[in-house]
C-alpha cells in the first residue's frame, strides 16, 4: 500500500470544496469495510483512504497547515494503513447506555487481544493490539482499540483461491464468530494483500 505523503494531501481549501463528494465517497467505501461481531462490537478495516480521510479532517478541525503539523499527523496515522502482509481494524466497542459500557468495559479486559481471523484450513491469526500504545488498565479496556493480523502468504494464497473467511472473538464475557463475511467486504478485505 503506498504511503500518504504531505505532497499527495489536498491543502486546507482545496479540501473544504472537495469535502462534501469525499466524505460521501469515503462513507460508502467505509461500509464495504465494516464488520459487526455481535450487538456492541465493531470492526472497521482501514486501507489507504479511510486513514487520508482521517488526516484530512484533523488537518480540517486542528487547522492544521504548517510542514511539521501536517508530518506529526502523517507519521501518526500512516501505521494504520496495511502494508500487503496484513489487516489493520479500528475496533469500536459500542454501548449507547453509559452505566452498562462501564461495567462491560471493566468486564471486557483484554478482549483487544482475542480478536481472530481465520481462513479454512489455516489456524487463527489474533490480533496484534494497540501498537501505539496501552489502551488499559487494571479497571477496564477502551472503548476503541488499534488492531493489526498479520497475515502469511499461505493464508494469502488461500483467500485469494476462495477460502472461507471467518472473523471472531473468544473472549470470556464476549464471544462470537462470524462465519458469513459478505462477498463485497470480503472483497475489500483482498484488495489489501499484496502477497
Same mark, same amino acid.
Given at each position: 500500500?503506498?504511503?500518504?505523503?504531505?505532497?499527495?494531501?489536498?491543502?486546507?481549501?482545496?479540501?473544504?470544496?472537495?469535502?462534501?463528494?469525499?466524505?460521501?465517497?469515503?462513507?460508502?467505501?467505509?461500509?464495504?469495510?465494516?464488520?459487526?461481531?455481535?450487538?456492541?462490537?465493531?470492526? =472497521?478495516?482501514?486501507? @489507504?483512504?479511510?486513514?487520508?480521510? !482521517?488526516? #484530512?479532517?484533523?488537518? &480540517? $478541525?486542528?487547522? /492544521?497547515?504548517?510542514?511539521?503539523?501536517?508530518?506529526?499527523?502523517?507519521?501518526?496515522?500512516?501505521?494504520?494503513?496495511?502494508?500487503?502482509?496484513?489487516?489493520?481494524?479500528?475496533?469500536?466497542?459500542?454501548?449507547?447506555?453509559?452505566?452498562?459500557?462501564?461495567?462491560?468495559?471493566?468486564? =471486557?479486559?483484554?478482549? @483487544?487481544?482475542?480478536?481472530?481471523? !481465520?481462513? #479454512?484450513?489455516?489456524? &487463527? $491469526?489474533?490480533? /496484534?493490539?494497540?501498537?501505539?500504545?496501552?489502551?488499559?488498565?487494571?479497571?477496564?479496556?477502551?472503548?476503541?482499540?488499534?488492531?493489526?493480523?498479520?497475515?502469511?502468504?499461505?493464508?494469502?494464497?488461500?483467500?485469494?483461491?476462495?477460502?472461507?473467511?471467518?472473523?471472531?472473538?473468544?473472549?470470556?464475557?464476549?464471544?462470537?464468530?462470524?462465519?458469513?463475511?459478505?462477498?463485497?467486504?470480503?472483497?475489500?478485505?483482498?484488495?489489501?494483500?499484496?502477497?
Amino acid at each position: 500500500m503506498p504511503r500518504i505523503t504531505r505532497d499527495s494531501l489536498m491543502t486546507l481549501e482545496a479540501y473544504a470544496r472537495a469535502r462534501p463528494e469525499f466524505r460521501a465517497r469515503v462513507m460508502a467505501h467505509k461500509q464495504n469495510r465494516a464488520l459487526a461481531l455481535g450487538e456492541h462490537v465493531t470492526l =472497521l478495516f482501514e486501507d @489507504e483512504l479511510t486513514i487520508r480521510y !482521517q488526516i #484530512q479532517e484533523m488537518l &480540517r $478541525v486542528e487547522r /492544521i497547515f504548517e510542514s511539521e503539523g501536517i508530518q506529526d499527523e502523517l507519521d501518526a496515522y500512516n501505521p494504520l494503513v496495511p502494508d500487503g502482509s496484513n489487516w489493520k481494524a479500528t475496533m469500536l466497542i459500542e454501548y449507547p447506555d453509559v452505566v452498562e459500557r462501564q461495567q462491560m468495559l471493566a468486564r =471486557l479486559i483484554g478482549v @483487544e487481544d482475542r480478536v481472530w481471523v !481465520q481462513v #479454512q484450513g489455516h489456524p &487463527r $491469526v489474533y490480533a /496484534i493490539a494497540d501498537e501505539d500504545l496501552e489502551r488499559e488498565n487494571a479497571d477496564k479496556t477502551s472503548s476503541v482499540h488499534f488492531l493489526r493480523f498479520e497475515l502469511d502468504r499461505a493464508v494469502t494464497q488461500a483467500l485469494k483461491q476462495g477460502a472461507q473467511l471467518s472473523v471472531g472473538i473468544d473472549h470470556p464475557e464476549y464471544a462470537v464468530t462470524h462465519a458469513s463475511i459478505a462477498p463485497v467486504v470480503r472483497d475489500s478485505l483482498l484488495a489489501d494483500l499484496t502477497d
